[in-house]
């Protein structure tokens, strides 16, 4: 029996290999038969088109494309890097987001759920001190809230529960959905923002270190203030954009707040491992924040910037015997669960659509939802 050979656009394979940062010598060296693939000397079966397009993550209708497909990031990206090896994953993953998000703006409208009302309210041309007084009068927080917490764990739960209960999806991930061999790097995405009146959704890499997942939460609140969907990998602030630079002042302001910071500094002074564990922040922004302040110059200040900056970067690790549960409840945002498992209980949703939306399959969905850790 003859098998059915396909010819695919040579422009098509090309793209495919090259959006996930490989160039096609590279893959020819480790697959020859792709090069008779480009030449047409033997053309692939179907299967192997589906199996080519699962490993690129390519829907496979693209394979049949006479030109590729322009993908273009949604959204604005600042990082110190010009790595494209790692880019179709951070892309993907906005793709994904932004289809919840779409979902559930679209839910809450016809649930007649009011406006997320601190949507875009602030400019850059707003002072830091406003914006970081409205942070803490929309999420009730005293300026000494972390200081109630002994670990970064606790306060980091803490105000991620304080601003889904004002509106915000908070998705808390390292990987694209639940692929564990599609990672997204610290230094390539530490978090984004996509901005909607209903349904503003925060993505904050669980990769990082849970000081700076703190920070990148903040900021990307800040974000959501100034209605700005964006962005950010490990860059140099210096050369970041405007508005970049505003979110991360704001950030620095609002977790340690300039009267506060100077009263501790009295009794602690330069003891950086203490404040930044009161304070639940990195050393560099205490150091950051002590220069800004005043209480140290700009030359000590960069002296320990440049020691600190020589040590290893204290990334989480994949906790890989972990519990799949609250894992996949971080993943989605608690909140999303609970709006999906809504529309579904009210018919307003296909199971089959709940799945996709969450990443969940059948059972899991269900068992999920009737856990301990979600209720």
């Known amino acids: ?119 875009g309210i602030f400019t850059s041309e707003n002072s830091i001190q406003e914006v970081c007084d409205k942070i803490r009068d929309i999420l009730q927080l005293p300026h000494n809230w972390a200081f109630e917490y002994k670990n970064i764990d606790d306060a980091l739960k803490y105000i991620t529960k304080r601003m889904e209960d004002k509106g915000v999806i908070i998705s808390y991930n390292s990987v694209v959905g639940f692929n564990n061999s599609r990672p997204i790097p610290v230094k390539v995405c530490r978090g984004f923002t996509l901005i909607d009146d209903y349904a503003p959704f925060i993505f904050v890499n669980s990769k990082d270190a849970k000081v700076a997942q703190m920070f990148t939460l903040i900021h990307e609140f800040a974000h959501i203030l100034t209605g700005y969907s964006a962005g950010v990998g490990e860059i140099d602030i210096e050369h970041s954009s405007e508005t970049e630079k505003f979110c991360d002042k704001i950030a620095a302001n609002f977790l340690v707040p300039e009267l506060l910071f100077k009263e501790v500094w009295i009794n602690l002074g330069e003891d950086y491992a203490t404040l930044s564990k009161r304070f639940k922040v990195s050393r560099f922004v205490i150091a950051r924040r002590a220069m800004e302040l005043g209480l140290i110059s700009s030359s000590r200040f960069f002296q320990l910037y440049n020691s600190w900056v020589k040590e290893p970067i204290a990334h989480i690790e994949n906790n890989k015997g972990g519990n799949f549960y609250p894992s996949a409840i971080k993943k989605n945002s608690r909140t999303f669960l609970i709006h999906v498992n809504n529309a579904l209980n009210r018919n307003m949703l296909l199971h089959m659509d709940a799945y996709r939306l969450t990443g969940l399959k059948g059972d899991t969905f269900h068992k999920i939802i009737k856990s301990p850790f979600f209720i």
């Open 1 to 119: 029996m003859s098998v059915t050979r396909i010819h695919i656009n040579q422009n098509i394979l090309i793209w495919a290999v090259e959006r996930i940062g490989k160039t096609v010598d590279e893959y020819v060296a480790e697959n020859p038969t792709f090069q008779q693939w480009l030449d047409g000397t033997k053309l692939p079966t179907f299967k192997s088109i589906e199996q080519f397009a699962r490993k690129f993550y390519v829907p496979l209708g693209y394979m049949f494309l006479n030109e590729p497909p322009q993908e273009v990031c949604p959204i604005p990206f600042f990082r110190n890097i010009d790595d494209r090896s790692h880019d179709i994953n951070v892309y993907d993953t906005i793709i994904e987001m932004q289809e919840r998000q779409d979902w559930l703006s679209n839910y809450l409208r016809k649930m007649d759920f009011g406006k997320v009302n601190y949507v």
